[in-house]
């Protein structure tokens, strides 16, 4: 999946390509928007707290590098324990799901507090009152939304999709 974002200039226009994204097969749960406060989106699929933190990326990453430091350090016991007859890939095994356990947790409760990077870059933007449009599709479909959402509005400026990254690479 791909995100695509969109800038738009006003309440209507959001209105009317959300309903264009809907009826070209793109599920209401894959369009996020997000506006400064005061501006009401009723009836628009609203930006949830996935979407405005830094969450998913801290948790990917968390899970990354707890898992690394979890299997070196089982690789670290298992030499030790070496003359006790412990089975090292079980020690192994143990402390990469408590390094996977323990680095998601932390990271996760930092990525909480943290705003999405991606989203920061519109901040002023929204901030001066345009909308923004989070669009995610499969990157397939980049070229087709993005030709149909710009087409009939030339309010609308799309601004790029974020890079396909694998979750847990």
């Known amino acids: 999946m791909k995100r695509l974002y969109f800038l738009i200039q006003d309440i209507e226009d959001t209105k009317r ?17 997000m506006a400064k406060e005061g ?5 628009l699929p609203v930006a949830g707290f996935l979407e405005k933190s830094d969450f998913i990326p801290s948790l990917e990453k968390g899970v990354v590098i707890g898992g690394s430091v979890g299997i070196i350090a089982g690789i670290i016991a298992s030499h030790f324990m ?10 192994i095994l143990v402390t990469a799901l408590a390094g996977v356990g323990i680095g998601s ?3 996760s409760m930092i990525g909480v507090g ?13 901030n001066q009152g345009n909308i923004l449009m989070m669009v995610d599709i499969p990157a397939k479909d980049v070229e087709r939304v993005t030709h149909l959402v710009g087409k009939d509005h030339p309010k609308v400026k799309a601004h790029g999709a974020e890079p396909a990254v694998p979750c847990f690479p």
């Open 17 to 33: 390509v959300v309903n264009e994204l809907l009826l070209s097969h793109v599920e209401e749960r894959h369009i996020h928007v």
């Open 39 to 43: 501006i009401v989106l009723e009836g």
């Open 82 to 91: 070496a003359d006790t007859g412990i089975i090292a890939g079980g020690a």
């Open 105 to 107: 947790w932390a990271s």
């Open 114 to 126: 943290v705003p999405n990077t991606q989203v920061k870059k519109f901040e002023e933007a929204v």
